[in-house]
């Protein structure tokens, strides 16, 4: 069976919006077939309206489609990719990942593999509390966790995160992030292969 991945992130600034990017075309490379899906807007028109940086951003991800719980469907695989909020999940990605409460009770999220990726303003703004955040939701769903671990050296080289690519705000999406995004996207589509027979 082919693996069907479902990205879905949720990019304030666009840093969440290129790491999803970079590990879709990762992904394509490696056989998946993607949905590159953006979690729909929820803060209101006027906050989002009074930062510059954040109306762009919206006006960037409208031409994606927004994330449904028939995507979740549909995948059998999933990568989140999420800004961090008070050492969780933004707002808007706590949002959606509520709406999928039919699926769960009908076991359509289940024994599916997912692995996440999170950003935050400094290297020590809850990354990793967000990620292990989301891996707490998806074992409540029965998925199947791929986390990168240190399977690869790109992990070491793009700041030594095992739970899932993180990157602090501001830096550049360079080589070695890149290299990480792609090895992550990798991993997941084929362990995501494996549990789809």
Do not use: C
Not at 173 to 189: E, K, P, S, T
């Amino acid at each position: 069976m082919s693996v069907r991945l479902a990205i879905v992130f949720y990019s304030t600034y666009g840093t969440n919006h290129q790491m999803a990017e970079i590990a879709a075309e990762a992904a394509r490379a490696a056989g998946a077939e993607v949905r590159l899906l953006r979690v729909a807007e929820t803060a209101p028109d006027e906050v989002v309206a009074a930062q510059e940086a954040w109306a762009a951003q919206v006006g960037k991800a409208e031409s994606l489609p927004a994330a449904t719980p028939a995507d979740m469907e549909w995948a059998n695989a999933y990568l989140f990719s999420t800004p961090t909020r008070f050492g969780g999940a933004a707002s808007q990605m706590r949002a959606f990942i509520d709406t999928l409460g039919g699926q769960w009770f009908a076991g359509a999220l289940a024994n599916k593999a997912v692995s996440a990726m999170s950003s935050a303003q400094n290297p020590h703004g809850g990354q990793e509390a967000t990620l292990l955040g989301l891996y707490t939701t998806f074992m409540h769903w029965g998925a199947v966790i791929v986390a990168p671990g240190y399977t690869d050296p790109s992990v070491f080289e793009a700041g030594g995160n095992p739970y899932g690519y993180s990157h602090t705000q501001g830096q550049d999406l360079g080589d070695a992030a890149r290299a990480a995004i792609a090895h992550q996207a990798r991993r997941l589509v084929t362990m995501a292969g494996k549990l789809a027979v």
